[in-house]
């Protein structure tokens, strides 16, 4: 047997170019019925205007961590995203869809 799903990493190329948002990496966790994007955010994002406990993201969708600048960060319920910022998020299958409107 092989590790490497072909058809889940075309899936995600796929997927990467069906969504409006800036995100370069989308990975199917087939394990957990789940995917982790990586987006950049965009300058005026609704992402941007809030704290991150105040935007009401959908349920099932977490974001793991940032980079900001080069450096990893950890995203706390106060943590204010920025234009830039590359956010790794986690989320559902059925979600990631309803998650890139806060990127653009």
Do not use: W
Request: aromatic share 6%; charged share 20%.
């Amino acid at each position: 047997g092989t590790v490497i799903n072909k058809k889940l990493i075309t899936a995600g190329h796929i997927y990467q170019i069906m969504l409006d948002a800036d995100v370069s990496n989308v990975k199917c966790l087939t394990f957990a019925d789940a995917e982790v994007a990586e987006f950049t955010v965009k300058e005026g994002a609704k992402i941007t205007k809030h704290q991150v406990k105040d935007l009401e993201l959908p349920l099932g969708v977490n974001i793991g961590g940032m980079i900001r600048n080069g450096e990893g960060l950890r995203v706390t319920g106060n943590t204010l995203v920025q234009q830039g910022d590359h956010v790794v998020v986690f989320c559902l299958n059925t979600m990631i869809k309803k998650i890139e409107k806060y990127f653009n």
